[in-house]
């Protein structure tokens, strides 16, 4: 160019926020996340500098109750508010139908932004976006993880999630015909080993040349600096807005000279002491934006009476910590696999580790309690599968590696492995009967073949339509009497 374009753009962006609009404690009582604090902090910016931009990693939906009862209404209105420029589709996207995913992309000013998943030959989301910023051609282009599918089961099923490589790889080079800097926005996960099936955000700087900055997310990776990666630099801002990412990017002489980035924590308000009567005396960092916040509060009223519904009482804890539920029998997972076979009279109960999300700390359990635990609205499935067809069930689930979300918890059987081998399994207390038939439930996820479980797809069943939770709430009400002062915790999984 003739002219010498000297910009400082300043891109602001989160990811995996999961529901987390509104600002919560962490465990020194700080106050920190919060829409209503990443705006103050976004807004500070935009009154010194035209040149702003904000985005979204993905993963906007699922694990705060006041969140997903209103389908991420909350989210996305706020996020309209602080004029969010766009956001990259993030596997929990597809937790809930599509007509809610649609209701979702209708409710946003802003785009979702997927260049690798098709129907039906076309991409069925914006792939890209180009914005001028100060005479600066930016072009954002959203990619999103090819585990989606697998992940997602069954609301994914009639897309196509195209290798992230090949797309971007014809892809890119276009782009960067219309545009002067190119950003990926992506859902895809940083680090060798975080996923080998998977394109990782890594392997995009490795392997396609022409991005400028990916800005990523779905790892959840708490970042100091930059990973660069062939001269690429890759950020996340971690999860849930606990922390706000700042990428400044100078353009000069028609080219990128410098990227500096910055992971800035978002504090509401810090704990300076205690008073007289012991409670937290709190300093106030960034104060929340009033447009922001004021709406935040409308939506938590809308579903706060009913979450906040008290069902019982628990004197132990009850554990659905991340690592143990995916690799262990715990007493929670217990107990839930036990409500699901009192609702259904079935044989045996299976669901999947990875849909137990939090633990039930000791004291009043409310229904926000076992929503957080089960965010999904996951429904009960009940099939008639021949003893045969069960084996398979069990051998697949001894194939699965520890730590994965598809580790099989049950109720009403027992299971051994031995170096990924199904070495027994006792269906109560006997070994499995090939040509018997069983009566299974399961969790709607795995009936469609979610998590891995394609043996189970096209099994005879049918969809009960009692959602977990709500099941849930009526075995401690019904049959634990509201008062939990043990648990069964004892193994009914055992592995080596
Ligand atoms: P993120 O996608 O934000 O990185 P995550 O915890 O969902 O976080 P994973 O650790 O890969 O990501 O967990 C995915 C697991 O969550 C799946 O393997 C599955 O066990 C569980 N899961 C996801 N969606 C559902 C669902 N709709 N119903 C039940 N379980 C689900
Ligand atoms: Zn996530």
Known sequence: SLFALAVKITLFHINDTH??????????????????TVATMIDAERKVNPYVLFLHAGDINTGVPESDLLNALPDI????????????????????????LLRQISWAKFPFLSANIYKDGKPF?????????????????????????ILEGPNSEDLEFKNVIEVAKALIPEIRKQADIVIALTHLGIGQG??????????????????????????????????????VPIVQAFEWAKVLGRADIYFEDGKVTKIEWQAIPVVQAKVVGKDEAGKNVYQVITPEAAYVKTALDYFKKLGGAKLDTVIGYTEILLNGERADVRSKTTNLANLITDAMLWKTGADVALTNGGGIRASIKPGEIKIRDI????????????????GSDLLKVFEYAASVPNGQGAFLQVAGATWKAEGGKLVEVLINGEPIDPEKVYKVVTNNYMASGGDGYTMLKGQKGYDT???????VVEYIQKVLGGKITSYDDKPRVERK
């Open 371 to 386: 929503l957080t635990v089960l965010p999904f609205g996951n429904t009960l499935y009940v099939l008639e599968m021949k």
């Open 19 to 36: 529901g987390h609009a509104w600002p919560f404690t962490d465990s020194a009582g700080n106050i920190i996340g919060g829409f209503s």
């Open 194 to 231: 975080y996923s080998e099936l998977y394109t990782t955000a890594d392997q995009l700087a490795q392997q396609v040349s022409g991005i400028d900055l990916i800005i990523d997310g779905h790892s959840h990776t708490n970042l100091s600096q930059p990973i660069v990666v062939n001269g």
């Open 125 to 149: 989301f914006t792939p890209y976006i180009i914005k001028n910023i100060g005479g600066v051609r930016v072009a954002i282009v959203g990619f999103t993880t090819e585990h989606t599918k």
């Open 465 to 471: 339509f009692y959602v977990m939770a709500d099941v």
């Open 77 to 100: 209105f706020v996020l309209n508010r602080m004029k969010l420029d766009a956001m990259a589709v993030g596997n929990h996207e597809f937790d809930k139908p599509r007509e809610v």
